[in-house]
């Protein structure tokens, strides 16, 4: 395989990140391609725990060239802290290993204060966001009067995008109680991170083609999950953009027909951050041992995350929209001393069977989910990097899962560390 695309395939913080960083070792190229600094990637390596969010993981690693694609919702001031982070603990970020689409959106500060205001004012029915601006700042780029990063290259011809973004901004800010602003503000902000953020860009879609003619491995890094996504997801308790694999040639300026394989990262059980329906959301015992032995806590916010059984349905109707070839199932050991494991495999809505997420909230609030139920394998299998010496039951649970969403597992995650993992086919 040339090109690989990852994506999680539940809510979101599936441990894509060390498996990004895993398979970075055989890739050339690691690229961005939707989202922004609401993810959290954490990497495990030589017992540093290294936390991402917005750059890619495969930056980590020597000679690896990094990129972000003009699908990222991009906070310049977010950029400029998490190189600040990783060059006190010796990673240099340059602008020969990152290279930063010239047309990415950027997020700028108000986009933040205006998803915090939202969330304030929805009360019981906000979405739970990360609260960094990623939503205002996709809707601006939709309704076409964003701020792009080759906008600031020359700062002297900003001033009527500036004013046509205020302008709309204003009027929101007025209704939320913020104090408007001024242009001038944001132009010198934007002076500001200018010369630490400019050098990094460039014109990537065409960087892209280059390495695919020179047979580069290139590795694509979605971010959140497939049931975030803003068309396929519990909508709309969802991010504000296409989490699917599709997305990863939108968001890089690669054709689909360039996507070699798609991996979709899948944890031994459910978890979900913020707000919105999860059938197999577990409230008892259970669910706080999940929680507290997988550190079920969000990597960008330090939210406690809801934890539940695996839903099959929602991974197996995930990995046909997106058209996954192959499971990277992770957090396994996590499962190691529960005596019963469920597994979801139907759900009922009035009496009534189904096997599919229905797309309405209101069918999906009235999921019952029907289990079937699994002797667990009591025995530790963290750090177990062969497969023969997984125990019997902990391969039966595999295979049931691999059975039921029709897609072969490929990889095993055991765990956070970056050596505790199996392949069972070379990715490269
Ligand atoms: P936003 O992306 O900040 O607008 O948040 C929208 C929803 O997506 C919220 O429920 C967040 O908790 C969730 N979310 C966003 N990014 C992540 C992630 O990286 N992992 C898990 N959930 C996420």
New binding site residues.
């Given amino acids: 395989m040339s090109s690989v695309v990852i994506v999680g395939t539940q809510?979101?913080?599936e441990g894509k990140g060390k498996i990004v960083d895993s398979l970075s070792q055989d890739a050339d190229v690691i690229v961005r391609f939707q989202?922004g600094h609401?993810?959290?990637h954490t990497l495990v390596i030589d017992g540093q725990t290294i936390k991402l969010s917005l750059l890619p993981s495969g930056i980590v690693r020597r000679n690896k060239l990094t990129v972000i694609g003009n699908g990222v919702v991009l906070d310049p001031q977010a950029l400029i802290t998490e190189i600040e982070y990783l060059s006190k603990l010796n990673i240099s970020v340059t602008p020969e290993n990152l290279k930063i689409a010239e047309n990415v959106t950027l997020i700028l500060p108000f986009h933040k204060e205006l998803?915090i205001a939202r969330e304030n004012q929805a009360g019981k029915s906000k979405?739970?966001?990360?609260?960094?601006g990623?939503?205002p700042a996709y809707e601006d780029k939709v309704a076409r009067r964003s701020i792009k990063l080759i906008d600031i290259e020359d700062i002297s011809n900003i001033d009527e995008k500036i004013t046509r973004i205020l302008d709309h901004h204003n009027i929101l800010r007025k209704a939320f109680g913020l104090s408007e602003l001024n242009s001038d503000i944001i132009v010198d902000y934007l002076k500001d991170i200018k010369s630490q953020i400019i050098p990094f860009m460039d014109n990537t879609w065409r960087l892209l083609k280059e390495m695919r003619l020179r047979n580069k491995k290139v590795l694509f890094e979605g971010?959140?999950?497939l049931l975030?996504d803003v068309d396929f997801g519990t909508y709309p308790?969802?991010?504000?953009s296409n989490t699917l694999p599709a997305q990863a040639a939108i968001g890089s300026g690669v054709g689909p027909k360039y996507l070699d394989s798609i991996i979709g990262i899948t944890k031994a059980y459910t978890t979900r951050?913020?707000?919105?329906p999860f059938p197999t959301e577990l409230f008892d015992d259970a669910g706080d041992k999940l929680g507290n032995i997988g550190n079920e806590f969000?990597t960008?916010t330090g939210r406690e995350r809801r934890c539940g059984w695996f839903d099959g349905v929602l991974v197996r109707q995930t990995a046909q929209i997106s058209g996954i070839d192959m499971i990277a199932l992770t957090k396994l050991d996590v499962l190691d001393t529960f005596e019963k494991i469920m597994i979801c495999v139907g759900y009922e809505i009035d009496g009534r069977k189904i096997d599919y997420l229905p797309l309405s909230e209101y069918m999906q609030n009235k999921i019952k989910p029907i289990y079937e139920e699994h002797d667990g394998w009591l025995s530790d299998t963290s750090g177990v990097n062969d497969i023969n010496d997984l125990p019997d039951k902990a391969i039966q649970y595999i295979k049931k899962i691999e059975e039921f969403v029709e897609i072969p597992i490929k990889i095993i995650s055991t765990s956070p560390k970056r050596e505790d993992i199996i392949f069972l086919e070379n990715i490269f």
């Fill in positions: 809510w979101g913080d989202g609401n993810a959290g998803d979405i739970g966001t990360t609260g960094r990623i939503g971010a959140q999950g975030l308790y969802v991010t504000s951050v913020g707000s919105g969000g960008v």
